[in-house]
């Protein structure tokens, strides 16, 4: 069974980093795509970054130079590097992965950041 767990989040001043995680287990995370989204209180889901197995990256437009994805593929952790965050930056971050040959795409539970000013 394809899982995914996050974990990083919390409590920052504005200004300030986190660093999230994504575990991935049941799937051949070697050859997967991973994306972080995240939900702000009272708005959609955004996308927020992606990397592909070979590592190639994706940003969303209000992250892209602030935050950076890696992957470990020894590990089969994914991590968000988040800098210079801001209030708006608040929400719960969620990864994600459609695994080879799927079409359903797997969630994580989510980890909360909350970005104070």
């Known amino acids: 069974q394809v899982q995914l767990v996050e974990s990083g989040g919390g409590l920052v001043q504005a200004g300030g980093s986190l660093r999230l995680s994504c575990s991935v287990s049941g799937t051949d995370f070697s050859i997967s795509a991973i994306s972080w989204a995240r939900r702000a209180p009272g708005k959609l889901r955004e996308f927020v970054a992606s990397?592909?197995?070979?590592?190639?990256?994706n940003y969303g437009i209000d992250v892209k130079g602030r935050f950076t994805i890696s992957r470990d593929n020894a590990k089969n952790t994914v991590f968000l590097q988040m800098n210079s965050l801001k209030p708006e930056d608040t929400g719960v971050y969620y990864c994600?992965?459609?695994?080879?040959?799927?079409?359903?795409?797997?969630w994580g539970q989510g980890t909360q950041v909350t970005v104070s000013s």
């Open positions: 994600n992965t459609v695994p080879p040959g799927s079409r359903r795409a797997y």
């Open positions: 990397i592909t197995s070979g590592g190639i990256t």
